[in-house]
Each structure stands twice: as structure tokens, then as C-alpha cells.
């Protein structure tokens, strides 16, 4: 079977999300992960500092290159019915129903 619906692809970090909408998020997360290569590098763990700044690569080109912030939508706002601002319609309770004869 073949599968006719386009993939979505598959992205480690969720931009669509308003949690990466400011500035400062984003450049705090591309540091945090720059700062981690470096502390790796530094140590002399060349496996870990490379996995590090290949993340770290990604982040910026995600976060700062390749980012299109989320459409920001409003909420939707019913509008008004006039049927609303009548009375509730009365429900009927087994005390006002006349008793049926079997």
C-alpha cells in the first residue's frame, strides 16, 4: 500500500511552539548548547564535543536561521445569539408527570 498523504518532516526541536517565540529563549538555548561543546572540547572528550557542536549547529541553523515564528491565531469568539437571553427551557421532573396506568 502506498501512502499518498505528504510526510511532515521530523524536527528535533518543535518551532511551532510560542515557547520559542522570544528572542532570548532561543539565543539562551543556542549558547547553553555552545557552551556544552566547549566545556567538552575543553575537557578533552573530542566524541562528546563533536556530538555537542553538531547540536549545537542544529540549534542555531533551527532556532535563528530556518525559524518562521508560529502564526499567532485569536481566540474564536462566538457570536452572540439571540436564542441565548431566553429563559432555559423547563425540564420536567418525574414529581410533575402524571402517573401512567398500566
Known amino acids: ?7 511532515t518532516p521530523f524536527y528535533l526541536i518543535d518551532t511551532d511552539s510560542d515557547f520559542y517565540r ?31 557542536g553538531a547540536a549545537a549547529i542544529y540549534c542555531i541553523y533551527v532556532l535563528f536561521v530556518a525559524y518562521k515564528p508560529p502564526v499567532k491565531q485569536e481566540p474564536v469568539v462566538r457570536p452572540d445569539d439571540p436564542e441565548d437571553d431566553e429563559a432555559p427551557a423547563q425540564t420536567v421532573s418525574s414529581e410533575t408527570t402524571p402517573d401512567k396506568k398500566v
Open 1 to 7: 500500500m502506498t501512502n499518498t498523504k505528504p510526510k
Open 22 to 52: 522570544p528572542f532570548g529563549v532561543r539565543l539562551a538555548i543556542c549558547i547553553s548548547v555552545c557552551v556544552w561543546a566547549a566545556i567538552e572540547l575543553y575537557g578533552g572528550n573530542g566524541f562528546w564535543g563533536v556530538l555537542s
